[in-house]
């Protein structure tokens, strides 16, 4: 008896120390995206950050927020989607149908987006998710265009004009906020024993289905959640530009989320913030230095696309993530490498 | 009545533009089992060379056309050689990805104003036209002289792919790569001469869209090259006589949905229909069912 409550004891205090240390870790993450949220707002308050670079800022985490839903999609189920921009499309128009014919408040407006964004993808899913590669990314290509194309012939969704004069509401809290919890919410996923079931499934699906892994549920799963991301981000997107039209939502937008996805690195959360950041600053800070950029922008896009497929196929981070564990444990084996080498520096000398 | 059969012509027509393109997809799936998302843009190209043939060399329809072939073979060659052939044990994602960097680089570089800028241009008269009337259908000439060019590249390749050598090299290839490596095949040349025939049909498809509706612009091979990809899908992807039988569908049912159903939708419709094939049989409709391995 007594080893039994021992036991039970034990167990007691690891879980709650647990939980005590999960918990302690979201404080410290809010304190610190607090702290930068409140420092960020200091500089633009001075001046130092200027309007065009929060805009900027905005844009990054608008896009990040759907590069993040794409990369469940494409690096941790290991399905190749083209249509990622459809879903965003569908957010964009429901929210601001929303907030423009019925005076919806936005948050409310960004959930209409996020719902109809889901469902889409769950009667979407449904069927085409039991194809495989090529035929995948096909039938994910031909529904991004039937999405544009039904939008351009709906007259009360404005048709090709598109809609105008959305109200502006889009805040930079509200963007940080968003890819915060998207962040949050996918780190939590892959780390539970259902993202391991959707990470099987990248590895192997055929083995996955032999260890009893339901694969077209995960499939599901993954594709719903990363499709809401992107209703998400639609949303704020249309708050943000307060005008959007089927043509900002073509193939070409699902191929720009694709690009970002994958120079960060397919599988990696935090390569996808790199290469999203990277991307979209990088044209904006050379726009200044020369015209020659400017013109020939995405042709250097496709350039650098290419080379970086033959050279490094993987991406920046490959499947590999930044975290503040991972900084420490790299500082300590430098560390430990470094007095490794100068102790066989030393034996050489004798 | 008719103007059922005028678009059944008109149809035909246009499909036979779509089933040059969709060969050209087909071959390179069934060689290397890659989606050429570049292809339409090869076609476009195609379009340019014919238009810079036909303008600032001051060439005939026949000899633009033989130029502008021959220069689109060997960029396909170059293309699949430069970026493609790195990555060919690859997993499958980079290689799309790839292809579709390749699309932008040449939409971009036409583009560019040193090329031939964002302008549309106009296609010059090569031919004049002039139209026949057959009981209540209209046919021009030119669109006569497009299905003649159309039928005769396609019972030529059936010939090159199934009577002579080099056609038995290629379907050895696309049936097992390896083994037909060990069988003394060069692997590689059979490649560059797939994406070279792929590549001059897609030039000879653009020459001719240029004859037909003669509007040239860097973004033209986008919905021509999605919908001739429906069409390979639609006839099975890697079946040359299923690509051409795709392309002549798809012609029929975007002209006939554009005059019957509505014109804004014809597009959604042609995916519809990729969709509704993906689903109940993904090898299309000349496919044959392939079994996974483990």
């Given at each position: 008896m007594k080893m039994i409550n021992k036991i039970s004891k034990n167990e007691n205090s690891t879980s709650l120390s647990l939980v005590k240390t999960t918990y302690t870790r979201y404080m410290i993450t809010t304190v610190v995206l607090a702290l930068i949220y409140v420092f960020l707002m200091f500089l633009v308050n001075q001046g130092i950050i200027g309007d065009y670079i929060l805009r900027i800022m905005k844009q990054i985490g608008i896009f990040l927020i759907a590069a993040l839903g794409l990369n469940l999609i494409l690096g941790f189920t290991g399905q190749f989607t083209m249509g990622h921009a459809a879903f965003m499309s569908i957010g964009a128009y429901g929210s601001a149908i929303m907030t423009?014919?019925?005076?919806?408040p936005f948050p409310i407006a960004l959930l209409v987006g996020i719902i109809l964004a889901g469902i889409l993808a769950a009667l979407i899913g449904y069927?085409?998710?039991?194809l495989k590669g090529d035929y995948l990314a096909i039938c994910t290509l031909g529904f991004g265009e039937i999405v544009k194309v039904v939008i351009q012939n709906v007259?009360?969704?404005?048709?090709?004009?598109g809609i105008s004069g959305i109200p502006g509401s889009t805040s930079f809290l509200i963007v940080l906020i968003g890819v915060a919890l998207c962040y949050a919410i996918l780190k939590n996923l892959i780390h539970s024993s259902k993202g391991r079931a959707i990470m099987s499934i990248r590895e192997d699906e055929i083995a996955a289905e032999a260890m009893g892994i339901n694969s077209t549920k995960y499939k599901m799963i993954a594709f719903i959640i990363g499709s809401s991301m992107a209703g998400l981000a639609g949303g704020l997107y249309a708050h943000f530009n307060s005008f959007i039209d089927p043509a900002s939502f073509a193939f070409s937008k699902s191929i720009e989320l694709i690009t970002y996805v994958v120079l960060g690195g397919m599988g990696s959360l935090s390569g996808t913030v790199i290469g999203t950041s990277i991307l979209i600053y990088l044209p904006e800070c050379l726009r200044g230095l020369s015209e020659v950029f400017k013109t020939y922008r995405i042709l250097i896009y496709a350039v650098m696309l290419v080379l970086m497929m033959i050279f490094?196929?993987?991406?920046?981070?490959?499947t590999r993530e930044i975290t503040v564990d991972n900084i420490i444990k790299f500082f300590k084996k430098f560390g430990k490498n470094s007095t490794k080498n100068i102790v066989q520096d030393e034996k050489a000398g004798e | 009545m008719s103007t059922l059969l005028q678009q059944i012509v008109n149809g035909i027509c246009l499909g036979s533009v779509y089933a040059l393109i969709a060969i050209g997809y087909t071959m390179v799936y069934g060689i290397i089992?890659?989606?050429?998302?570049a292809h339409c843009d090869i076609y476009m190209v195609g379009a340019f060379l014919g238009y810079f043939a036909a303008?600032?060399?001051?060439?005939?329809f026949i000899p633009s056309l033989i130029f502008s072939m021959v220069s689109c073979a060997v960029l396909g060659m170059l293309i699949e050689r430069i970026a493609y052939k790195p990555l060919r044990n690859s997993p499958n994602v980079t290689l799309l990805i790839t292809t579709m960097g390749m699309e932008l680089i040449l939409q971009n570089f036409v583009k560019a104003d040193f090329v031939a800028g964002p302008n549309t241009r106009n296609f010059p008269e090569v031919i004049p036209l002039i139209s026949y009337k057959i009981g209540a259908i209209t046919i021009s000439n030119l669109q006569i002289i497009a299905l003649a060019i159309t039928i005769i590249l396609c019972v030529a390749l059936q010939y090159l792919v199934n009577k002579t050598r080099t056609g038995r090299a290629m379907r050895a290839t696309s049936y097992d790569r390896d083994a037909a490596a060990l069988m003394g095949i060069n692997i590689n040349r059979v490649i560059s001469l797939t994406f070279a025939l792929g590549s001059a049909l897609a030039a000879t498809a653009g020459v001719l869209v240029g004859m037909l509706y003669p509007r040239l612009e860097p973004a033209m091979g986008v919905m021509p090259g999605l919908k001739s990809f429906v069409a390979a899908v639609l006839g099975g992807i890697g079946i040359i006589p299923g690509a051409m039988f795709g392309g002549l569908a798809m012609g029929l049912i975007e002209t006939l949905s554009k005059v019957y159903i509505s014109s804004g939708l014809s597009d959604a419709i042609a995916f519809s229909i990729l969709i509704i094939i993906l689903i109940v049989k993904p090898t299309g409709l000349f496919g044959k069912k392939n079994n996974v391995k483990v």
């Open positions: 423009k014919n019925f005076n919806m069927p085409i998710l039991r007259d009360y969704v404005g048709g090709a004009r490094r196929p993987q991406g920046i981070l490959g | 089992k890659l989606i050429n998302f303008t600032v060399l001051g060439l005939g």
